[in-house]
């Protein structure tokens, strides 16, 4: 692993965090967006993090979302076009975060140099049955931005996050979309991603589960 990604990956580190917190289960999903990218360092991936655990990857290199372990190819069973759709959106979403990057370069009055921006968001519930959802925004691994799901606005952790705030806070119906699917969408996707994995570990466990018991239970802009 080359020191470009080895620095991304510190950086991605800082802004991701222990957001699992007391959560016994999440769904986390990661953007990352480069000024200056290099061999071996595409200029946008993303990860997608089942309990901590790498289930898919997409970067702008190969375009193609792709699932990181076997159990996640069960999701073609019910939609045949997952990874279709999924690598279709992402190709979109890079322009959008590249662009966002460029206005906060000028906000920081910085065009040159390497500079990253990151989106970090998810959810997951615990054993006793609450249930949270986050999304946050990073420049060079500082938070820029965060969500605060009851005001349906967003939370400027520097100077130069306020421009993007006012824009952002103007926009209702997007932040409301926003609160739907890390309070819902997103928990319907963690369900339905530990069933996959579940049932996997009973068949190689060569445990059948009774009739009934395996249930099939992004985007943030």
């Known amino acids: 692993m080359g020191l470009c990604w080895m620095t991304l990956c510190l950086l991605a580190a800082l802004l991701l965090g222990d957001s699992s917190g007391s959560v016994g289960h999440s769904l986390q999903y990661q953007y990352v967006v480069v000024s200056d990218p290099s061999d071996g360092l595409p200029q946008f991936f993303t990860v997608g993090y089942l309990d901590g655990q790498v289930i898919t990857y997409y970067d702008s290199v190969k375009k193609k979302k792709v699932p990181k372990v076997s159990w996640m190819e069960e999701v073609e069973k ?4 997952y990874w279709k759709d999924g690598s279709r959106i992402l190709r979109a979403t890079q322009r959008v975060l590249q662009e ?28 006793n049955g609450s249930k949270d959802g986050y999304s946050q925004y990073g420049y060079d691994g500082r938070t820029f931005l965060t969500f605060d799901k009851e005001t349906l606005s967003w939370v400027a952790s ?28 997103c928990i319907e996707w963690l369900e339905k991603y530990l069933s996959y ?8 466990a060569g ?5 009934g018991e395996i249930q099939c239970w992004i985007y943030s802009r």
């Open 100 to 127: 966002d990057l460029r206005n906060v370069q000028n906000r920081y009055k910085q065009k040159e140099g390497f500079h990253t921006w990151q989106v970090t968001y998810g959810c997951g519930f615990t054993g």
């Open 207 to 211: 445990a059948y589960p009774r009739g």
């Open 197 to 204: 994995r579940r049932k996997e570990m009973l068949l190689k």
């Open 78 to 81: 019910e939609d045949a076009n």
């Open 158 to 185: 520097e100077p130069q996050a306020q421009i993007t705030k006012r824009n952002w806070d103007v926009n209702v119906p997007w932040s409301r979309r926003n609160k739907v699917y890390l309070e819902k969408e």
